[in-house]
């Protein structure tokens, strides 16, 4: 066996010895806790790994994303459909789920006093019930590969997200424009990311102001890093809408393996149960 061959099988053995043994350790903490332990013991490989040049480094925007995640454009072809299965959905918006009740303890406080709804496909597995009442764009995120998480972000208007930071560095959140108010003539609707590293290690949220701006469009998409600061604004009289999608960030073999297995350990928390009862929408 060339050394090679033997540190990779190293590193993938280590890896699920250490993806399980956090995965024990997961089960006996607290929300608050888990939330520390993920961005401070497994995030802190991925960045370990983004030192050494072994991972690359995300930029704060990726335009080029349809090359990693050629998938998609499947969703971007079928942006008609999303957007009449979403105003459909918007007649019975007061129904639909508040952010807060989504993210329990693992988010950031302050970003959810927004008035901001949510409509979920998928939290870990797909909430059947609600794929039901969409089913044309239930039927492509289906059909795309590394789907952990899929929803319709909806925004009231003039409504500000607050700056924070993501907690796992295993995703890339994609955002599709679905309702956007004027197409977005104005630039009154944005999203904001700073992919400085040495800001973000200052973990100053003012600092946000340096960042890179996105102008969402109808029908357009943008793949981001969301661990990086970041902040958003519906600046408009109009409600906003995006599908929001976090798929599993790429990387090599070895780590990917390891990513995997955190994943598959994280929604298995009883945490994820509440969340997706929560995200039921009933009449």
């Not at 995965?23 to 608050?32: M, P």
């Not at 499947?74 to 807060?100: F, G, N, Q």
């Not at 969301?226 to 958003?232: K, S």
Request: hydrophobic fraction near 40%; proline fraction near 5%.
């Amino acid at each position: 066996m060339n050394i090679s061959l033997a540190i990779l099988l190293f590193l993938i053995g280590f890896g699920g010895l250490a993806a399980f043994g956090i995965g024990r350790k997961l089960s006996s903490l607290s929300n608050k806790e888990k939330k520390a332990l993920v961005k401070q013991t497994i995030n802190g490989i991925f960045v370990r790994f983004e030192a050494r040049g072994w991972l690359p480094r995300t930029p704060a925007f990726d335009p080029d994303y349809l090359a990693t995640y050629p998938a998609m454009a499947r969703l971007e072809a079928a942006y008609p459909d999303v957007r009449d299965e979403c105003l459909a959905l918007l007649e019975i918006k007061d129904k639909l789920t508040d952010m807060s009740a989504m993210g329990g303890s693992y988010t950031q406080q302050g970003i959810h006093t927004a008035r901001w709804k949510t409509f979920v496909f998928k939290s870990g597995q797909f909430i059947e019930e609600n794929c039901a009442r969409c089913p044309k764009t239930a039927a492509v995120l289906r059909g795309i590969p590394g789907v952990y998480t899929a929803f319709f972000s909806v925004l009231d208007p003039h409504q500000e997200i607050t700056p924070h930071w993501g907690y796992y560095k295993g995703f890339l959140r994609y955002h599709l424009g679905v309702v956007i108010p004027n197409d977005n003539e104005d630039r009154s609707c944005w999203l904001r990311v700073n992919g400085d590293p040495e800001d973000n290690a200052r973990r100053d949220p003012k600092l946000v102001e340096k960042g890179m701006t996105y102008y969402w469009k109808n029908g357009e998409g943008i793949v981001f890093d969301d661990n990086y600061l970041h902040d958003a604004k519906n600046g408009s009289d109009q409600i906003r809408v995006v599908l929001w999608v976090d798929l599993r960030r790429k990387m090599p073999f070895y780590l990917q393996a390891f990513n995997m297995l955190c994943l598959a350990l994280a929604y298995r928390d009883s945490s994820l149960k509440k969340i997706q009862k929560n995200a039921l929408v009933t009449d």
